[in-house]
């Protein structure tokens, strides 16, 4: 099961808060309310940031790492507190393994080559390191900071270590909390929107597990997984993969290395496009499938961060000719030759709790009484739970152990060098969403469009002025963009967003370079360099 | 130095060496929160009949356990009380002044009145006072507890004109200008609209605070606003009475959201309200979950023909507890026709 440990109300009676690669203050706004809570409660709030952020600014410490280094910090601050003896023995002894060999791969990472790797001072390494051990209560948030890496799995691998060489997971207020980025990202999952798991996190290729789902549905489900989206890409590369059909997603804008994306999209034999909007994406599609708003023209459940099941239910009558979801999927099915029936929410979610051991207690009633349920819930007595894995706490301890993964420091694809000499990160405004697709409609005064940030000493060092235009290139394409300077950057560092691709097409820049075993693109690592358009204008 | 070399290779089985979990984890103990400290019960008299609450708990939460409706104005559940509306004043026996319930706690052996004489006036004169000064048009509580009460602000005379646009921000501490004893001075004033998110209407400002605790320490910790002056001549401002998009304001609309006067107002509210085609009466309440990020918050969305006119959230639900943030609040125009395929 994947989902974050704790429940937001255990970060407030935190006593150490860690957000590494996180912007919370600003893409999880409601979230930092809670960690706000905590820090007024004497919790102390460690921010790891490549970027100096308005998170950063709430926090005790802020340790401004390089980017993609990420698993050096970790490492030395696992060995710094094994080195200290800071560890905690007896919970490692009773729910952990592989310890010996986790110690083995984290030798080399002395403080000084935490340092050199990271460019965190040795002692800020070490203070954290210190914090987190002695912690009676820590939680440890991650966003995309953490993700968005070409070794996505091996850095939350990395954080996962140093919860267990401390104890610092199945208890109350202590826990491993990855933010989620979409209010159903979450839910996706549990439903088993991912290429090896049926709902419930049910493996696809179990054979006990997939023939309960066949048994139920009466038909075959294929054995074997299928593919992420980074690697449906590359199908279609190799031309394994010929008709697409996407339902409420923008590849042509989010995908990295959008060149590459567009490219491979326009040579698609079919694509459907299943949106509320007409994206980029949309615009391309040889058919589109306008579809209500799933969060409040339909009914239906979300699945929030801290694992709670919550039903979002239907405020407006969705536009003529515009369907929701289920019903295109019910006539989908039906002109495919398999009659479903009419569609009802909440038929299909006591399905899903027919074949899914988590949800089997969540009913609609239950749901609307409790006003939501965190996952797993086993049956209609069932409170939900709190946080997860207490088992790994219990004498004995209960199924089997959780397991150390020993992960090697491995510095992001995208090289720099004297001709791409800044780093370039991607991230989220406050006000702005993703794309752009739904936030553009609405007028916000802190919009200021989309801009190339730099350090002001960036600015000097390559003469450019706040808000001059320049042109940004990367080894894959080149966008142009008006320069700010933010003080919150470190030279070397330069940051865009995705926001708004009608101006900006920030994914021209970036690189496709895939995590292997999530399929997430290193969108927080690209070289760029700068080119200056006119001749420095006087003054 | 390790590097890995990058990913490039054989994408296309990926993940194909991840373990294939067969066996369920069994499920451990149910995970409950640390139990809290018991609490003792405290013995009251409140209008005569006995009632027994929690320690700490305050007297406004004794009379609501008796079902005894206090009115309030700058009190809210989730923000911690200011006392400063005085309007939910009652009688505590031995006490010289009259106590705010809303903040005074509970001691064994207290007896408290709640609709004395000497109550009723207290409450009758605070809110005609606030009426008086003050338009309360879009305050339907408050006209309500006008009506109980009796309260009759037109007694003290018409009101004074209004001020112009930037007046109130240049009164000058400890400088007053003496009233006529005819009309009733008032803090009627043009309404702020400098932005296009929410309006700012100080006319309709009764200076209970919450705005101030929502934007500052008590939810989303921006301070933007804060009281300035004294006196009648206080009031809610920005740094140096900027205008909104020049300060630190980031439109969480959080202030809206504890505001009892309609005083701060979604533009879109505002805008229907001028027209004439706000028709509260008619607007459908549904709660659903924010589309943004994933949190998970509760918005309710209010619906009239139609069209989402506000969002707000449910104050005692446990992951917003009524507050939102910029997108939550105000992103939803995006389902409101624009951009959208017919």
């Known amino acids: 099961m994947g989902g974050g440990t704790s429940s937001y109300q255990e970060v407030e009676d935190a006593d150490v808060i860690l957000l590494w690669g996180s912007n919370a203050r600003e893409t999880h706004p409601i979230f930092f309310h809670h960690v706000l809570k905590g820090v007024k409660r004497g919790a102390r709030l460690f921010v790891i940031d490549p970027r100096r952020t308005s998170s950063a600014q709430w926090a005790d410490g802020w340790l401004g790492l390089d980017v993609g280094s990420d698993i050096a910090l970790s490492n030395a601050m696992a060995r710094e507190i094994l080195d200290a003896g800071l560890e905690n023995r007896s919970f490692i002894e009773h729910a952990t393994s592989g310890f010996d060999e986790y110690c083995r791969s984290i030798e080399s990472y002395t403080l000084e080559r935490g340092e050199r790797e990271t460019g965190v001072p040795a002692e800020s390494i070490r203070k954290l390191a210190h914090e987190y051990a002695r912690a009676d209560k820590a939680e440890l948030c991650w966003t995309l900071g953490i993700t968005e890496h070409h070794n996505a799995v091996d850095n939350v691998l990395a954080l996962i270590n140093l919860a267990l060489l401390t104890g610092h997971v199945g208890k109350y207020g202590s826990g491993l909390n990855p933010l989620r980025g979409q209010n159903n990202v979450q839910g996706g999952g549990d439903m088993g929107a991912i290429p090896d798991r049926l709902p419930g996190f049910q493996h696809v290729e179990s054979d006990e597990l997939r023939s309960r789902f066949e048994r139920a549905w009466g038909v075959e489900i294929p054995p074997k997984r299928g593919l992420h989206l980074s690697g449906m890409f590359d199908a279609m590369d190799e031309g394994k993969l010929t008709a697409l059909y996407i339902l409420g997603e923008n590849p042509a804008v989010s995908e990295a290395d959008q060149r590459r994306a567009r490219r491979l999209l326009g040579g698609l034999e079919c694509l459907v496009v299943q949106d509320l909007l007409m994206t980029d994406t949309a615009a391309m599609a040889d058919v589109v499938l306008p579809a209500a708003a799933g969060w409040c023209e339909s009914d239906g459940t979300v699945t929030s961060s801290e694992r709670k099941v919550q039903r979002v239910r239907r405020a407006l009558s969705p536009p003529p000719g515009v369907r929701d979801d289920l019903e295109i999927l019910y006539e989908l099915a039906r002109r495919l030759g398999s009659d479903w029936g009419q569609p009802d929410p909440k038929r299909i979610w006591d399905e899903l709790r027919s074949l899914s051991p988590m949800h089997r207690g969540m009913s609609y009633e239950r749901l609307e009484a409790l006003d939501g349920i965190r996952w797993p819930c086993y049956d209609e007595s069932h409170p939900g739970e709190l946080f997860l894995h207490s088992r790994l706490w219990q004498e004995p301890l209960l199924g089997p152990r959780a397991p150390f993964s020993p992960v090697e420091f491995a510095p992001p694809v995208d090289e720099l060098n004297d001709r791409f000499p800044l780093r370039l990160t991607t991230g989220r405004r406050l006000d702005s969403y993703n794309t752009g697709a739904q936030t553009t409609s609405y007028s916000s005064p802190l919009r200021r469009g989309e801009s190339l940030d730099l350090s002001p000493e960036d600015g000097e060092r390559y003469g450019v002025l706040e808000g001059e235009r320049v042109k940004v290139v990367s080894r894959r394409g080149s966008v142009i963009a008006p320069v700010r300077f933010d003080t919150g950057l470190r030279p070397g560092l330069a940051f865009m967003t995705l926001h708004f691709p009608d101006e900006v097409q920030t994914n021209q820049l970036t690189i496709d370079a895939v995590d292997p075993k999530s399929g997430t693109a290193e969108f927080k690592a690209s070289a760029v360099r700068i080119v200056k358009l006119a001749a420095a204008q006087p003054g | ?342």
């Open chain 2, 1 to 342: 130095m390790e590097k890995k070399k990058p990913p490039t290779q054989d994408r296309f089985s990926f993940n194909d060496s991840a373990p294939c979990p067969t066996v369920p984890v069994p499920p451990g103990p149910i995970p409950a929160p640390p139990p809290g400290t018991p609490r003792n019960r405290v013995t009251l008299t409140v209008d005569g009949k006995t009632v027994r609450v929690p320690e700490g708990s305050t007297l406004l939460e004794a009379c609501k356990t008796l079902g005894i409706d206090t009115p309030t104005l700058c009190y809210l559940e989730n923000l911690n009380p200011v006392n400063v509306c005085r309007v939910c004043v009652v009688e505590l026996e031995g006490a010289r002044t009259l106590v705010p319930a809303c903040s005074r706690r509970v001691e064994d052996g207290m007896a408290i009145r709640t609709d004395s004489e000497r109550v009723r006036l207290s409450r009758r004169m605070v809110l005609e006072f606030l009426a008086s000064s003050v338009d309360v048009s879009t305050a339907p509580e408050l006209q309500a507890y006008l009506e109980r009460y009796g309260g009759q602000p037109e007694r003290y005379g018409p009101a004074t004109a209004p001020a112009a646009a930037g007046e109130p921000e240049t009164a000058r501490a400890g400088v007053h200008c003496p009233t006529d004893g005819q009309t009733a001075a008032t803090v009627a004033q043009p309404v702020k609209i400098d932005n296009d998110l929410y309006v700012r209407d100080y006319g309709k400002c009764i200076l209970c605070y919450k705005c101030v605790q929502a934007c500052g320490e008590e939810a989303q910790n921006t301070f933007a606003i804060a009281v300035a002056g004294r006196g009648f001549d206080s009031r809610i401002s920005t740094e140096y009475a900027v205008p909104l998009p020049d300060s630190a304001c980031v439109y969480c609309g959080n202030c809206i959201g504890v505001c009892p006067t309609g005083a701060l107002m979604f533009k879109s509210e505002y805008d229907m309200r001028e027209a004439g085609t706000w028709k509260e009466a008619e607007q459908e309440r549904t709660d659903t979950i924010c589309p943004y990020c994933g949190v998970g918050c509760t918005l309710t969305l209010h619906v009239q023909d139609n069209r989402i006119v506000k969002a707000t959230s449910p104050l005692d639900q446990e992951v917003t507890r009524g507050h939102l943030c910029i997108k939550g609040r105000f992103g939803w125009q995006f389902v409101q026709g624009k951009g959208k395929k017919k």
